[in-house]
């Protein structure tokens, strides 16, 4: 009765929103697009401040992001300006929400919402409603959300500066010859956390073993999605590769590449398909481990960058 308790964690985020998570509308593509803005404590509109824009799973919801993966408290204590969209869905109420990438499922990608598009929108309306230090921009999802961290990142390079997917990747199809986006225009700072046991998207790549619909996708490998970044910031060829046996998990650092930007990878051996450090598990996600907290970890990398090359 997995799911069920997982339908009532979902039934509760959508009436339990936090007072500082303002809800607010975008109108975008002839749709009334929807988000959410979480301020730190003492928000001064007078001080520019980071922007992290949270993507969710697919068939997930803002709501249920905010509540399974903790940047919330992140957001309070290094005082970023968190925000957290929702994607598109068969039905009016913000349950079951998918992201477009081209080649993924579900009803953004059927319907060919262009989520790319809207990411850019929203970026340039957070800029207009709230004072964003430019160079600060990031985007951060699961998933779903993940995949489409790598496509608009790629696309909107001008605005985004960093990206962390969460056991997602950069390139798949309905077929073995995948499809990757536009190389960027500009370098693009890239934390990516994978899991070894993860079947949804697989670490080496390949067709999915589990999926959420009846048609399996073929997706990238975590080392072909860093490639795809290493290329496109002429970071090194080969990695430095860390091995973390008390977080059961391994690092490949690629370098410093165009104007400083790096590409790194945390693969974690004891996980599937989840947030590591995140809560309870949504319905198709696996048991997050705890041992590695990648909302810490990409936070640190994101300073780092800003203050030049080293070890995240």
């Known amino acids: 009765m997995r799911w069920l308790g997982s339908l009532v964690l979902v039934l509760m985020c959508l009436f339990l929103a936090r007072a500082e998570d303002r809800r607010k509308t975008l109108e975008f593509g002839g749709m009334e697009r929807s988000y959410y803005v979480h301020l730190p404590p003492g928000y001064d509109p007078r001080e520019a401040l980071p922007l992290v824009i949270l993507l969710h799973g697919g068939g997930g919801n803002a709501h249920q992001a905010l509540e399974n993966y903790p940047l919330a408290p992140l957001a309070d204590r290094e005082k970023f300006i968190l925000v957290v969209p929702n994607g598109t869905g068969p039905l009016r109420r913000e349950i079951l929400k998918t992201w477009n990438v081209g080649w993924g499922f579900g009803y953004a990608q059927r319907q060919k919402v262009d989520d790319v598009g809207f990411i850019r929108a929203l970026i340039l309306q957070i800029k207009r409603d709230y004072l964003i230090d430019p160079s600060t921009v ?155 907290k990648a909302h810490e970890i990409f936070w640190q990398f994101f300073k780092d960058a800003l203050r030049g090359p080293c070890q995240g």
């Open 138 to 292: 990031y985007l951060t999802g699961l998933s779903n959300g993940a995949i489409l961290c790598h496509y608009a990142a790629a696309a909107n390079s001008d605005l985004v500066t960093g990206i962390a997917p969460v056991v997602g990747c950069a390139g798949g199809g309905e077929t073995p010859r995948l499809t990757f986006p536009q190389p960027p225009k500009r370098p693009v700072n890239v934390i990516m956390f994978n899991g070894e046991l993860d079947r949804h998207v697989p670490l080496a790549g390949g067709k999915q073993t589990l999926h959420t619909e009846d048609q399996a996708r073929f997706v990238s490998s975590a080392m072909q999605s860093a490639q795809f970044w290493t290329q496109a910031n002429g970071c090194r060829q080969r990695p430095l590769v860390t091995e973390f046996p008390e977080l059961k998990a391994t690092r490949y650092d690629w370098g410093t590449g165009k104007n400083g930007s790096r590409v790194v990878l945390w693969v974690l051996h004891n996980q599937g398909h989840a947030w590591p450090g995140g809560t309870s598990p949504r319905a198709g996600s696996d048991q997050p481990s705890q041992l590695l």
